[in-house]
């Protein structure tokens, strides 16, 4: 097989990891200048000099009725994909967290006879459901990084060197400088109290949250003449709001958040920002996660899981109705007790985590996999 000039392919296929693999790929260029990296990325992937072989939005889908309508065109696209890999002969491939799509395509490059090395970066949820995927990743990974310190032990009869790097997020936010302008820029005065909505990225999260979140922030704000609302969302159709680019600024300015299930909650709880957690999702999915897919959890939310203890509301599915949202977010806006145990919880969050860098160990540990291939 001919020597790769790509050094490493990466595929991030939603926004957290497009965000997550940024701070993988500043960490790599900052340790090697001269790497040669190929992926499917995102904005904030495609921001360094990369070659993109596919834009990340090209995989955007969302529950399980959407992902079976869009099986053609992601069947298609993973083995364009995997062809231009096999093409390009990277000395490694990392997939990033998007556990159905990326884990297919390890096992698949596998049986493939693809010989660079094989790194997953954010290790799936097996220790909360699909436990069958642990034998399958030890056969086709070279290396596993995880960012939860309790998911190692899942792997340690494998054989698979599985290493906790810390969570990239830590880091980021504890040297986050917010901007004393925000404020001002956005006509908000010292005096208001800013209610952050964060209704998700993708088109249908966006119909499916957004006009729940609005009613009650509505409601609670005829009620507190202090109360502003802002939404900070990356969808297109959401104009004349809180810019993405903004969000941690919206963040540290918050009284209270309600946003939608994902790296938003973590950021939040790392913000130290009440917050509660509706999810509006399609009847059917529901069904599928519980009933086939035996999806039942304690927590779905991630500060709540690595906690093990409602740190934040959590309205998924059938639990979440104009009537509990509103009770869940009038509780976390007026009740100053509540308020300060949930902070407090924050805080513990802080110690569990750490503050590693972790994009700058998880970085040296794949170039030390690319040492062994020199």
């Known amino acids: ?64 009725i959407d992902v079976a309508l869009a099986l053609p065109k992601i069947a298609k696209l993973f083995f364009h994909v995997r062809k231009k890999i096999l093409a390009l002969n990277p000395k490694a491939f990392i997939g990033i967290d998007y556990p159905g799509f990326n884990l297919r395509l390890h096992t698949s490059l596998k049986k493939k006879g693809f010989q660079g090395k094989q790194i997953h970066y954010i290790c799936p949820t097996v220790w909360a459901w699909g436990k069958g995927r642990i034998p399958t990743m030890a056969k086709s990974l070279d290396l596993l990084l995880t960012l939860l310190p309790f998911e190692p032990a899942c792997f340690e009869k494998t054989g698979l060197q599985t290493d906790y790097v810390g969570h990239p997020l830590t880091q980021v936010i504890s040297h986050f400088t917010p901007d004393p302008s925000f404020r001002k820029r956005f006509g908000f005065t010292s005096s208001d109290k800013i209610l952050s909505l964060f209704p998700g990225s993708r088109e249908k999260e966006v119909q499916r949250n957004l006009p729940l979140m609005l009613k009650t922030a509505e409601k609670l704000q005829t009620k507190d003449p202090h109360l502003k609302i802002a ?47 509706p999810y509006a999702i399609n009847p059917l999915d529901v069904f599928l996660a519980t009933k086939v897919f035996q999806i039942n959890l304690p927590f779905y939310s991630m500060p709540n899981i690595i906690m093990q203890k409602e740190v934040f509301p959590e309205l998924f599915g059938p639990q979440l109705t104009e009537k509990s949202l509103n009770t869940h977010a009038e509780n976390l806006w007026h009740n100053e007790t509540r308020r300060k ?25 794949i170039l030390q996999q690319l040492v062994k291939l020199m």
């Not at 020597?3 to 926004?15: R, V, Y």
């Not at 809180?242 to 958040?257: C, D, F, G």
């Not at 145990?341 to 540990?365: F, P, R």
């Open 1 to 64: 097989m001919r020597k790769s000039d790509i050094d490493l392919f990466i595929l991030a296929g939603e926004p957290s990891g497009d965000l997550q693999g940024a701070l993988l790929i500043e960490q790599l260029l900052a340790i090697h200048p001269n790497l040669k990296i190929a992926a499917v990325a995102g904005p904030r992937m495609r921001a360094f000099p990369i070659q993109c072989i596919e834009p990340m939005e090209s995989l955007q889908v969302m529950g399980f």
């Open 231 to 277: 939404i900070c969302s990356a969808h297109p159709s959401i104009k004349g709001d809180i810019p993405v680019s903004e969000n941690y600024n919206l963040m540290k300015n918050s009284h209270l958040a309600l946003a939608k299930s994902g790296t938003v909650v973590l950021e939040l709880a790392l913000h130290k920002i009440p917050t509660v957690v």
């Open 341 to 365: 145990e949930c902070v407090a919880d924050c805080d513990q969050l802080w110690t569990i985590l750490g503050d590693k860098s972790a994009s700058k160990i998880a970085a040296e540990k």
